[in-house]
């Protein structure tokens, strides 16, 4: 299995523009995760799915982010507009089980909003 | 309010030596743990875990020791490889409550040659 896949890999853009970051989870996991790593905050949980169903959200930060799961092997986060605090590496995570289980990251999307 | 305490930003330790990381909790519901790697531009990697029914979890060089009382989990690597220079991350998940991972701010190791 080609593990987690996450595109773009970097991503640049200037404040206001929308950006959309995409995850392909490992095959047969039933859980996708969406975190944020910066250096202040450290890796925060944003949302979470099962079963292509978002079961908590409670760490998006604001509107303006979004996520979607419209089938099983694949998921966005948007963020619209994008602000320079929203610059940060983006993680996508999967895992066979919603609670407690290993979760297998993706490499990551380096978002930088000038 | 940090959940997930890792006091040590960095740590640096000679080859063949043992690396400890330590991993401090508030939450009392938390009753699973984990440890991952990550190596700079690449996601965290699972490394080792261990239950609240445990005190002790052992792979190979790497061994994770919960000490519930004092809400405290411990990374021992014996012997350090230069290979293990990375950053290490404690998680910790109350699943029996329905909570995910909370994950402490890591801890840089660097193994020196």
């Known amino acids: 299995d080609a593990g987690v896949i996450q595109s773009p890999r970097h991503e640049v853009t200037e404040m206001g523009q929308e950006v959309t970051l995409r995850c392909k989870p490992i095959?047969?996991?039933?859980?996708l995760f969406w975190y944020r790593q910066t250096m202040m905050r450290g890796l925060e949980l944003l949302i979470y799915?099962?079963?292509?169903?978002?079961?908590?959200d409670s760490g998006m930060p604001e509107d303006r982010f979004s996520a979607k799961m419209p089938n099983a092997s694949f998921s966005t986060l948007k963020i619209q507009p994008s602000e320079p605090r929203d610059s940060a590496v983006y993680f996508c995570a999967s895992s066979l089980r919603t609670l407690g289980g290993e979760q297998y990251f993706g490499p990551g999307t380096r978002l930088t909003v000038t | 309010d940090q959940q997930v305490k890792q006091n040590s930003p960095s740590l640096s330790v000679q080859e063949g030596r043992i690396s400890i990381l330590n991993c401090d909790y508030t939450?009392?519901?938390?009753?699973?743990f984990l440890w991952y790697k990550k190596y700079p531009a690449e996601g965290p990697t699972f490394l080792i875990s261990i239950s609240s029914i445990k005190d002790k979890n052992e792979d190979g060089r790497f061994t994770v020791f919960l000490n519930k009382s004092a809400k405290h989990l411990s990374l021992h690597i014996v012997p350090s490889q230069p290979g293990d220079s990375a950053v290490y991350f404690c998680?910790?998940?109350?699943?029996?409550?329905?909570?995910?991972?909370?994950f402490g701010p890591g801890t840089r190791l660097s193994v020196l040659p």
């Open positions: 095959s047969g996991h039933n859980s």
């Open positions: 998680a910790a998940s109350a699943r029996n409550y329905g909570q995910n991972f909370v």
């Open positions: 799915f099962n079963n292509n169903v978002p079961i908590d």
């Open positions: 939450n009392s519901m938390f009753d699973y």
